[in-house]
T-cell receptor, first 112, second 116 residues
Framework: AQSVSQHNHHVILSEAASLELGCNYSYGGTVNLFWYVQYPGQHLQLLLKYFSGDPLVKGIKGFEAEFIKSKFSFNLRKPSVQWSDTAEYFCAVNAGGGKLIFGQGTELSVKP | EAGVAQSPRYKIIEKRQSVAFWCNPISGHATLYWYQQILGQGPKLLIQFQNNGVVDDSQLPKDRFSAERLKGVDSTLKIQPAKLEDSAVYLC??????????????FGEGSRLTVL
């Protein structure tokens, strides 16, 4: 069965620190991969996505993610976090037919 | 462009009562999803509609949950009778690309259910 695993449940960083959130997936077919973000009190919104081509994808607000097929990974990175990046981050894989399988989420707290 | 609308935002009921949630997707979006998000977990798909037909309801607890999308636009999700473990946020999402949907979903703000 398809699954998504996020390595960290809660990450606490100071402003300007670098961020890397791990995501591994289990799916045998062609994958479309996503990172969604949920800011406090807001709805889930797309941060970035990988469909094909360049495995390094850039999203909004300075985030990027790298698809490494051999490692079944799609880690999210940001060189310098801001207090406004405090949110919950979800990795997801398209399991076919438009259905998204989500990881359990990583809560990021950025201290000013 | 208006987003996905959901109501109510919050609902508190006692176990064994019933509850219904409503969702209006983004105009023109053919595919509609209901997800359940339990505290501390990622969203889990309950049901997927394509227009007014069900594409996937394999994770829907059909003994107590039902959903419909009669005219292929808005949708309702009902729980009857509710159990304590149904306490969660119920997320509605929609997408526009039909059968070759690559999975980019647009979410509503969710309906938070507390079962006492």
């Amino acid at each position: 069965a398809q699954s998504v695993s996020q390595h960290n449940h809660h990450v606490i960083l100071s402003e300007a620190a670098s961020l890397e959130l791990g995501c591994n997936y289990s799916y045998g077919g062609t994958v479309n991969l996503f990172w969604y973000v949920q800011y406090p009190g807001q709805h889930l919104q797309l941060l970035l996505k990988y469909f094909s081509g360049d495995p390094l994808v850039k999203g909004i607000k300075g985030f990027e993610a790298e698809f490494i097929k051999s490692k079944f990974s799609f880690n999210l990175r940001k060189p310098s976090v801001q207090w406004s990046d405090t949110a919950e981050y979800f990795c997801a894989v398209n399991a076919g037919g438009g259905k998204l399988i989500f990881g359990q989420g990583t809560e990021l707290s950025v201290k000013p | 462009e208006a987003g996905v609308a959901q109501s109510p935002r919050y609902k508190i009921i006692e176990k064994r009562q019933s509850v219904a949630f409503w969702c209006n997707p983004i105009s023109g979006h053919a595919t509609l999803y209901w997800y359940q998000q339990i505290l501390g977990q990622g969203p889990k798909l309950l049901i997927q509609f394509q227009n007014n037909g069900v594409v996937d309801d394999s994770q829907l607890p059909k003994d107590r949950f039902s959903a419909e999308r009669l005219k292929g636009v808005d949708s309702t999700l009902k729980i009857q009778p509710a159990k304590l473990e149904d306490s969660a946020v119920y997320l509605c999402a929609s997408s526009s690309t039909g059968q070759r949907n690559t999975g980019e979903l647009f979410f509503g703000e969710g309906s938070r259910l507390t079962v006492l």
